[in-house]
């Protein structure tokens, strides 16, 4: 497990492997495995396997790995080390603070947010830009 604080997300849309997912999640979030679901389907099938990264927001170390059951086929499993008011602003300043908050990067760099599952024309927005 990796921290994830005010600067990682800035570093990830530098520096990190595309097309890329990110579901930022809590302990408590009771739709966030079936979102992360809908992401691992999306990608089964390709042969370049795109990260899909998730991100607890409420608890790091042991605790946090205890959930990371709950998001089978996983790449990175981050856990926020700092100031969560502050992280989220680093993420999005208009994340209304709900899980689960995906955000999907395409190859290209661009950015795509939305709460809860992505639908089919998103996932095809994000897997399809070359």
């Known amino acids: 497990m990796l921290p994830f604080d005010e600067k990682t ?12 997912a990110y579901l930022f999640t809590t302990s408590y979030c009771s739709t966030c495995p079936a979102a ?11 042969k370049d396997k795109p990260e899909l ?33 502050a992280i989220r602003q680093a993420v999005d ?17 661009q950015t795509q947010r939305v709460i809860g599952p992505p639908n089919a024309t998103v996932l095809k927005r994000w897997l399809t830009a070359s």
Request: positive net charge.
């Open 53 to 85: 990264n998730a991100v607890m927001m409420d608890m790091a170390g042991p605790q946090a790995l205890r959930h990371a059951s709950h998001f089978k086929g996983m790449t990175q499993m981050y856990a926020f080390d700092g100031f969560e008011p």
């Open 36 to 46: 992360f679901a809908v992401l691992h389907k999306a990608v089964q099938q390709r």
């Open 9 to 20: 997300w800035a570093h990830a849309l530098q520096h990190g492997l595309r097309p890329a």
């Open 93 to 109: 300043p208009a994340w209304p603070h709900v899980t689960p908050y995906v955000v999907l990067i395409d190859a290209q760099g």
